[in-house]
């Protein structure tokens, strides 16, 4: 019997589940999700809403003008001593147009600058949003990978049973073993059919994960093109990353901003105790086309003006002065919050750094027992062909071999994603990135 030589796992793959011609790349799936993704299209319209209020708020500190005419028609009834009523009518037409400029209003000021905060805001909650799509389409990505790779590894471990469970009733039927090793090794058979139902199950599920994520029914992720080489990632030490992140994390950047809305609050509250100057100006126009009541001659007046409009709170029930212990209190809350997102970022990088660092010493330790599987497996078949090793032999030592690749491609996924993890926590994680990872994947 000439035994076949084991595939490439990714050959296999491919050739499992019907090829790649259908399947889509990393990049062109976190595109779908783009344009799909519920959470990404919210953030986006908070972003434009909020550059939209922020504009709101640059007409407190911008000059009003305003137009207004009428028109009006007055009649009198005079009743003389000698009962003759006498009935007066006339016209009036007026217009004028009316402007104010605020040259100290603080409360204002204050509120055109939370706007501008706010925008900042609405974008790094948009880059964070942004930076956990991609986690999640690559996570999903790789996990369907993942679950194929081990669905494969079982169907090859049930061939290597289902060999001993026939091997065993043989045995048992010529009488040179017994029941008891024949109804292990259907026990045997059976938890690995179990297995695979299991297997076929995640990756059903893992499918649907990666679909909901994308938009897209049936879809199907590319493999890992053979020989794998992980790109190289900057781990000078967990410092550099953490000053990364301390810069540009937009959960950070967020609660930074945040503590700045909180003092401007405070500011516009201690505002309500300052006075308001503006300048206001004014030009009008009324016209009597028949006359008035006291002239019965056309009559025209225009006038026009210019000034200072000054208001000096004095009191307002202490309401000011409650505003502003409420904005101090809010401003420490803030302060607070502050403090406990740069803890748990600072904690959560540095956590990411050590398990990308200790990812990739993983994936040499599997490169290397891959190779000496790999050998175990030649040896075996070399043994088989001369004689002093079973069938069996070869089967279990294959099957080894697909542990070995399956548990290297698995923590080659981590490290990728993990990786990808790595620059979201820093806050430097572009759509680019996935271009690096794209290029690792079968063309």
């Known amino acids: 019997m000439k035994l076949p030589r084991p595939l490439p796992l990714a050959f296999a793959l491919a050739t499992l589940f ?9 990049v062109q799936m976190y595109e779908a999700a783009r344009g799909y993704d519920a959470g990404y299209q ?20 911008l000059p009003t003008v305003n137009a207004a005419a009428g028109y009006s028609q007055t009649q009198f009834n005079n009743k003389t001593g000698n009962n003759i009523v006498i009935d007066t009518s006339f016209a009036t037409e007026n217009a004028s147009i009316s402007a104010s400029q605020p040259l100290y209003r603080p409360a204002n000021l204050a509120t055109y600058e939370q706007g501008r905060k706010q925008v900042d805001i609405a974008k790094a909650q948009l880059d964070a949003v942004e930076q956990d799509l991609i986690v999640r389409v690559s996570t999903a990505y790789f996990d369907v990978l993942s679950a194929q790779d081990n669905l494969f590894l079982i169907r090859e471990q049930k061939k290597a049973v289902a060999e001993q469970f026939e091997s065993a009733k043989r045995n048992f039927e010529v009488g040179t073993a017994t029941i008891t090793d024949s109804r292990e090794a259907e026990s045997r058979y059976d938890l690995i059919l179990a297995a695979e139902i299991g297997a076929e199950n995640d990756l059903r599920v893992k ?69 308001t100057l503006d300048l206001t100006a004014s030009y009008g126009n009324t016209r009597y086309p028949g006359g008035n009541s006291t002239s019965g001659f056309y009559t025209r007046t225009t006038s026009g003006t210019v000034g200072l409009a000054l208001n000096v709170p004095i009191f307002a029930g202490f309401s000011v002065e409650n505003q502003i212990k409420q904005t101090l209190a809010l401003e420490d809350k803030a302060k607070a919050d502050l403090d406990g997102v740069q803890r748990n970022v600072v904690q959560g990088t540095r956590a990411i750094f050590f398990n990308v660092k200790s990812g ?15 050998s175990a497996l030649d040896a075996n078949i070399l043994g088989y062909q001369v ?3 079973i069938n069996l032999d070869v089967l279990n030592s294959q099957s080894q071999l697909y542990v070995a690749r399956r548990d290297l491609d698995l923590q080659r996924y981590n490290v990728l994603t993990n990786s990808l993890k790595l620059r979201q926590a820093a806050g430097v994680l572009k759509p680019e990135d996935l271009e690096q990872i794209n290029a690792l994947l079968v063309k």
């Open 387 to 389: 004689g002093v090793r």
């Open 18 to 26: 019907g090829g790649s011609a259908q399947a889509q790349n990393l």
């Open 42 to 61: 919210s953030a986006k319209a908070q972003y434009e809403a909020s550059i939209a209020k922020a504009d709101q708020a640059t007409a407190a500190i």
């Open 207 to 275: 499918r649907l994960a990666l679909e909901v994520v994308v938009g897209k029914p049936a879809a199907e992720p590319k493999p890992l093109a053979r020989p794998v080489v992980l790109p190289a990632i900057p781990l000078t030490d967990d410092a550099y990353w953490v000053s990364q992140a301390e810069v540009s994390n937009p959960t950070l950047r967020q609660a930074r901003l945040g503590v700045d809305v909180a003092k401007l609050e405070t500011a516009k509250a201690y505002a309500g105790n300052k006075p």
């Open 360 to 374: 990739l010493g993983q994936v040499k330790a599997l490169e290397t027992a891959e190779i000496s599987t790999k």
